[in-house]
Each structure stands twice: as structure tokens, then as C-alpha cells.
């Protein structure tokens, strides 16, 4: 069982992405639901570690091994690719809990330099844009939904972002020099 576990979180860290329970059965030989006693077992270890990353379960009962959330105003910066900037990451939020949105509909409310952010956004896989007369409907990716551990359904997913963004938004704020208003 130890081999099992280690080759499962082997797995996990090589593929950078989330993997579906059956994968992960297949790549130990195991059954389904002897698999999953195991990657539950290894997620209570990551848990009780406390260290930087996390197991998590996914919609669709897929697993992946990822940094905490509450980590990457810190590291961020060394993240491939670049993390987002703060202006940018409150614009992802404000579309995921509004989508679907028109574009026009976003810079009217948080100004021309959103234009800007939802190109990062659409480039880096976040948001999807869909031509809809002059303006582009926005609405969040399953990449968004898979890197904040988010639930694919939009009602599920917008109760859940309210409760987790608020913490990471507020950690990016703080790494970046800005006043939190919570701690105020």
C-alpha cells in the first residue's frame, strides 16, 4: 500500500494537471474505491503536514497536487508565466460572480484598463470570450474552476468563490503593499 500511495502521489506531481480517479486507478492497478481510500489517506497527509501543498478532489472526481492558495501572493512571482496582478485577479473575480457578462458591461463598471485584463484573462485560459454582437460575452474556463479549486457548476462555483476569494484576495493585497481594509 505505501508503494501505491507513493506511486499516486508521483503521479500527481508529474502531471501539473488534475487527474480523473479512474487514470489514477489504471496507473496503480487498483480498483476504483481502494483508490480512493488511498488518495484519501494522502490528502489527510498533506493536510496534517501543514507544508505548501495540498491534495485536492475535484468536481467530476478528479485529483490534483497544488500549491496552497494562500501561498501564491508570496511565490507568485516565480509561477511560469507570471501571476496575475491584483487590478487584473479583482476583474477575474468580478466576471466569474456576474458571468455570464457582456465585455462592454465590465468596462463600464471598472473602467478601459479592463480591456487590458480581459485579454490576460482570455490568453492565460481563465475566462472564455464569446463574440456577441459588438461586445464579447465573458464567463470563467474549467481551467479557472480546476487552478481555484472551484466547482465547474457557475451557482455552485459563485458560493464558493465568495467564500474563498475573499481570503486570497486579501493575501495578494497585503503582498503587494496595499492596505487591508479587513484588518483596518
Known sequence: MDEDLTILEAALYVAGRPLTLEELASIIGKAESTT???LENL?????????????????????????????TP???KLIPGGLLAFS?????VFIALKQPILQSEVIAQRGTHCYD????????KFIEAVPQGRSKLLSTSPLFSDYFGLDTDKIRLKAQLKHQMRRILD????AEGQPNPGNA
Not at 485584463?117 to 492565460?124: I, M, R, S
Not at 493575501?171 to 497585503?174: W, Y
Open 88 to 92: 487584473t485577479l479583482q476583474t477575474l
Open 171 to 174: 493575501a495578494q493585497k497585503e
Open 36 to 38: 480512493t481510500k488511498l
Open 117 to 124: 485584463h480581459v485579454h490576460e484573462l482570455v490568453e492565460k
Open 74 to 76: 508570496r511565490v507568485g
Open 43 to 71: 490528502m489527510y497527509d498533506y493536510d496534517k503536514r501543514k507544508g505548501a501543498l495540498e491534495v485536492v478532489l475535484l468536481p467530476r472526481t478528479r485529483y490534483v497536487l497544488q500549491l496552497r492558495p494562500e501561498l
